[in-house]
C-alpha cells in the first residue's frame, strides 16, 4: 500500500509537469467513452430491449388509406369485428381510436390535471400480453358498462406508467380513485397502471375502454395478433380483402401494416446501427491516439527512467509506476465520460421524435 501511494504522489506531481498531455489524454478519452456510452444507450433501449409484451414482432399494427398512407380511410369497431370472425391470419384483433393521444383535463380531488387520451376496446392489452405494473388492464367486459356514453357514467381507467410516476408520484394506492372529467361529469375509476415502456399511442397518459355507444361511430386502428405461421404481409392481404368487401364502393388505396415494435419505434434500425457503429470506431480511434501520446511522452522519459534504474529502480517497480500513472488517465477520462454521456442522452432525448 505505501509503494502504491508513493507511486500516486508520483504520478500526481509527473501529470502537474505535463499538464498540455494530461488534458489531451483525459479529453480524447472522455470523448470517446461518452460518445460510445450514449450512443450504445439509445441502441440498446430502441433496438435490443424488448417492449412489455408478448411477441412483439408477431403483433401488426393496420389501417387502409385512399391514396396516401398517411390518408386514413379506417373501420369502425364493429366493422373490424367482422374482421376478427372472416380472418384466418390473425388470432384476436384489437382496435385502438386512429386519433394521436389528445390531451384532456381532470379533477382529481382537489387537483386539477392533463393528461393525454388513448381510446381502445377492451381486448387491447389481452391481444398485446401485457401485464399491468399496478392494477389490472380491461377486459372486453369493460365495453360493455350499461348507459356508459352518458352524462354522469363510471368508466374504468389505465394509467400509463409514466402518467403514474410523474403525475401521480408512483402511488401505489392510485388505484380506485377517481378522476372526474368536467366538461361531461364522467367519473372514471383507475383500475390499473400499464406496464413501463409500452405508450401506444405516442405520449398516451392513460386509456378508457371504446364502449358499446362509440364503437360506430370511432374509426380505428386494427391491433392485431397473428396466427401462428402468419406475415405481416399476409395479415395485411386478408385485411384489405376483407375490408373491400365490406364496403365495395370504396376506393382503396391500398393498407399500411407494420410490427408492434416498427410502430412504436420506427424504421430507426439501419440509423442507430450505423451511428453505433461510427462512435465504437471513433473510440477505438481515441484509444489509438492516447496510446500515441503515451508512446510520445514515453520517448521524452528515457533519460528520466535511466536515472530510477541508476539509483535503485526495479523493471517491476518502473512498470508499476508508468502502469498507475495509465491507469489514473483513465479513470479522470472514465469519469469525464460519465459527464458527458449523461449530457448527451438528455440531448438526445430532448431532440428525439416522441
Partial sequence: MDRLMGDLRFTFRGLTRAPGFFVAAVAIVGLGIGMSVAMFTVF???????????????????????????NEFTL????????RQKSRTMRDIAAIAHWPATASPFAYGERSIELNRGMVTGNFFSVLGAKPALGRLFTPDDDEVPGSNSVGAHRALVLSYRAWRQTFGGDSTVIGRHLIEPLVR??????????????????VGYWIPMWQGWQSTVSAFA???LAPGATVSAAANEYLA????????????????????????GNVRPVLATLTAAVSLLLLIACMNVGNLM???????????????????SYVDIVRQLLVETLAITATGGVVGWVIATALLHLLVVAAPR
Avoid at 397502471?193 to 399511442?201: F, I, M, Q, R, T
Fill in 44 to 70: 440498446r433501449t430502441v433496438l435490443i430491449r424488448r417492449l412489455p409484451v408478448v411477441d412483439q414482432d408477431h403483433i401488426a399494427v393496420m389501417w387502409t388509406y385512399r391514396t396516401d398512407p398517411k
Fill in 76 to 83: 369502425g369497431t364493429k366493422e373490424l369485428s367482422v374482421v
Fill in 186 to 203: 364522467t367519473d372514471y375509476e383507475i383500475i390499473g397502471v400499464a406496464p413501463p415502456g409500452l405508450e401506444y399511442p405516442s405520449g
Fill in 223 to 225: 391491433v392485431a395478433r
Fill in 242 to 265: 376483407i375490408e373491400r368487401r365490406l364496403q365495395p364502393g370504396a376506393e382503396f388505396g391500398g393498407v399500411h401494416a407494420a410490427t408492434f415494435t416498427e410502430t412504436i419505434l
Fill in 295 to 313: 508512446l510520445l511522452r514515453g520517448t521524452s522519459r528515457v533519460r528520466e527512467i535511466a536515472v530510477r534504474r541508476a539509483i535503485g529502480a
